[in-house]
């Protein structure tokens, strides 16, 4: 039991990034080429002149990959009970297994099962193989980070949306008032006119379809206009969601290594749990220096970090306990 105990925690520490190494570092990589190689085969079997001559090595490698992320999938469920997240041995796997990245590993290899009692069309079964680029978000802070701001942004996303609907609509009764007798096969209802509408607020503009009547292009002008508003909005939202989570990522870091100065030495274990922690938050060797040298410095200054915020006086203990508590 303990030899079992102890082979299912190192592989945890392979799989979770949890003990940085040689070991750790080649299993990435390898997934990682693994995965992209996937993403190349998608490619190429789309032309039928590769794919016919090569089918063989095409359907041989989608078999290897499918086991090999078969056994990934499977370890990572067996092991899972190592994060103190999911502790329980039953109803901790099933959390596991329905947090976002355990259900993007079953849908990288369940397609090529699912053949075997379902008969779907190989081209759907193609495209849905590009699941498996979303695996590359657990190697990469950068999709990481991405994906963080997005959930965290949800609602303002929702909100803009709706906004652009709303105008996407108002833009489409409003061209179709004023071009559906001049235009009866572009504009002739609401629901053709839709097309113009978006790809006018977009600013994309591909001009298949445009006003004739001289209502119709100053109307035109004003949509125009409007969408180059609409269109910056996702891009403010996803600005400041990145500048606001960056930073947030920072402050932790910060809170983990004042935990880690308390008591004016930073141990060998508490040295590689922020070399951990760095590398969990995304955040790059250089910036985790400089925090660190700016950490120190004001330790020696002060022998101790204030207890209250010099601007607002409210405690900065308690708020430092409860992001720790949190995050751990």
Request: proline fraction near 4%.
């Amino acid at each position: 039991m303990r030899s079992s105990m102890s082979l299912r925690y190192r592989i945890y520490q392979l799989l979770d990034h949890r003990h940085p190494g040689v070991a750790s570092r080649t299993v990435d990589i390898s997934i990682m080429l693994l995965i992209f190689l996937n993403v190349l085969a998608v490619i190429l079997e789309s032309v039928d002149e590769y794919y016919l001559t090569y089918q063989s090595w095409f359907d041989g490698f989608e078999a290897l990959s499918v086991f090999a992320f078969t056994i990934e999938y499977l370890l990572r469920v067996w092991c899972c009970v190592e994060n103190p997240r999911f502790q329980d041995p039953v109803r901790g796997r099933v959390r596991y297994m329905l947090t976002p990245m355990a259900i993007i590993d079953l849908l990288a290899f369940l397609p090529f099962y699912s053949t075997y009692f379902f008969n779907l069309d190989g081209r759907f079964l193609r495209v849905l193989r590009l699941v498996r680029m979303f695996k590359l978000t657990r190697y990469s802070s950068a999709l990481d980070l991405l994906f963080a701001v997005i959930q965290r942004e949800a609602s303002a996303f929702i909100s803009a949306i709706f906004v652009m609907v709303i105008i996407i609509i108002i833009a489409s009764s409003g061209i179709y008032l004023l071009e559906h007798e001049t235009q009866p096969e572009a504009f002739g209802s609401i629901p053709k006119a839709i097309w113009w509408a978006t790809v006018t607020l977009t600013t994309v503009g591909y001009g298949d379809v445009v006003p004739m009547t001289p209502l119709g292009k100053a109307f035109g002008v004003l949509i125009t206009i409007a969408g180059v508003g609409m269109a910056a909005m996702p891009a403010g939202i996803l600005a400041s969601g990145f500048s606001m989570e960056i930073q947030k990522r920072r402050e932790l870091y910060r809170l983990k290594l004042r935990e880690a100065l308390a008591d004016g030495v930073i141990s060998r274990a508490e040295y590689e749990a922020l070399k951990l922690s760095q590398q969990e938050l995304g955040l790059e060797e250089e910036e985790a220096e400089a925090i660190m040298d700016c950490e120190k410095i004001m330790f020696r200054k002060t022998g101790e970090y204030p207890s209250r915020c010099p601007h607002c006086g409210e405690s900065l203990v308690a708020g430092q306990n409860d992001s720790i508590h949190a995050d751990s």
